[in-house]
Nanobody, 118 residues
Framework: QVQVVESGGGLVQPGGSLRLSCTASGSISSIKTMAWSRQVPGKQRELVAS???????TYADSVKGRFTISRDNAKNTVYLQMNSLKSEDTGVYYC????????????WGQGTQVTVSS
């Protein structure tokens, strides 16, 4: 079984920064994709950023130039550096990994709250 745990959320003022971390653990032989999504009440979960291997990254238009996704394969960890935060970035941020732990599956974490407010 694979466990995915996020950390780093919190309350920050507009214009501030936060760094989220997500670590996958368990009997993992390889991880293909690691990604961050966010959800606000009443809206669908949206993909914020994803990274395949260490080089192929994608971002939602709303975060391009402000957020940076990166990963440490040795630690099975993905990071999301969030700068110039806006109130509309508020939400629960979820990490998911597509990992091979016998079979290739998508695993989700429980989420971490990010609140951008003055």
């Amino acid at each position: 079984q694979v466990q995915v745990v996020e950390s780093g959320g919190g309350l920050v003022q507009p214009g501030g920064s936060l760094r989220l971390s997500c670590t996958a653990s368990g009997s993992i032989s390889s991880i293909k994709t690691m990604a961050w999504s966010r959800q606000v009440p009443g809206k669908q979960r949206e993909l914020v950023a994803s990274i395949v291997s260490n080089t192929i990254t994608t971002y939602a238009d709303s975060v391009k130039g402000r957020f940076t996704i990166s990963r440490d394969n040795a630690k099975n960890t993905v990071y999301l550096q969030m700068n110039s935060l806006k109130s509309e970035d508020t939400g629960v941020y979820y990490c998911n990994v597509i990992a091979d732990a016998g079979t290739l599956r998508n695993y989700w974490g429980q989420g971490t709250q990010v609140t951008v407010s003055s």
